[in-house]
């Protein structure tokens, strides 16, 4: 910058910044995600065909008092929840996203494509465009995956347990373990409460 124009005649710099993660997929990666996805809807359809009809159906848990206790806990907490330290640097992230079309790492990875978590980034971009991006706001999307964990866990435990699982103390039981999980970890805009709920879905499902 400090040379004369003669003597920059000529020089070209080019900025190439950390993109390690950026790619576009190939034809054959899309057919082979096609094909996942065709082949998951035919067992899906097979599954239905083949377990429906007649037969003793699946227990669904009946509604108890620890289910209120939950969710006010759970609202209450998106008020009186700490902060987490990662709520500002994934709420920025998804607020980038607007501009830039992408979750990137803009905190300290040069906005570098952020994989592979990040489906609950590109949920919370989405909400924070609907209402805006004020903390009580956001909330609302962990919020929900608390308690849609916490609704699959009870259905869960009245397919595993049946009986068992209509005894006063195991809502009581859960509702505390639940608890316990999301107010310590769950209020968080970072992904894990997204991936905690999917866990819970697929013990469910491999249950049934």
Do not use: C
Request: proline residues 8%; hydrophobic residues 55%.
């Amino acid at each position: 910058t400090a040379a004369a124009p003669d003597e920059a005649a000529g020089m070209r710099v080019a900025l190439r910044p950390d993109a390690r993660y950026q790619s576009v997929p190939s034809g054959l990666k899309v057919a082979l995600l096609v094909a996942h996805a065709l082949a998951l809807a035919v067992t899906l359809a097979l599954a239905a065909r083949t377990w429906s009809g007649p037969g003793r159906p699946f227990p669904r848990p009946r509604p108890h008092p620890a289910d209120a206790v939950v969710v006010l806990a759970s609202a209450t907490w998106v008020v009186l929840g700490p902060l987490n330290i990662d709520d500002s640097w994934y709420t920025l992230m998804a607020r980038g996203a607007e501009a830039s079309g992408y979750i990137g790492n803009a905190i300290y990875q040069f906005n570098v494509t952020e994989n592979p978590f990040a489906l609950s980034q590109y949920v919370l971009q989405a909400w924070g465009s609907l209402g805006g991006w004020g903390l009580p706001w956001l909330r609302l999307v962990p919020l929900a995956y608390g308690l849609a964990t916490y609704a699959v866990l009870r259905w869960l435990l009245a397919v595993a347990l049946d009986r068992v699982a209509r005894r006063p103390l195991v809502p009581w039981a859960l509702a505390g373990a639940h608890l316990l999980w999301f107010l310590g970890y769950g209020i968080t805009l970072r992904p894990e409460p997204l991936i905690v709920l999917g866990t819970a879905v697929t013990w469910l499902l491999v249950e049934l």
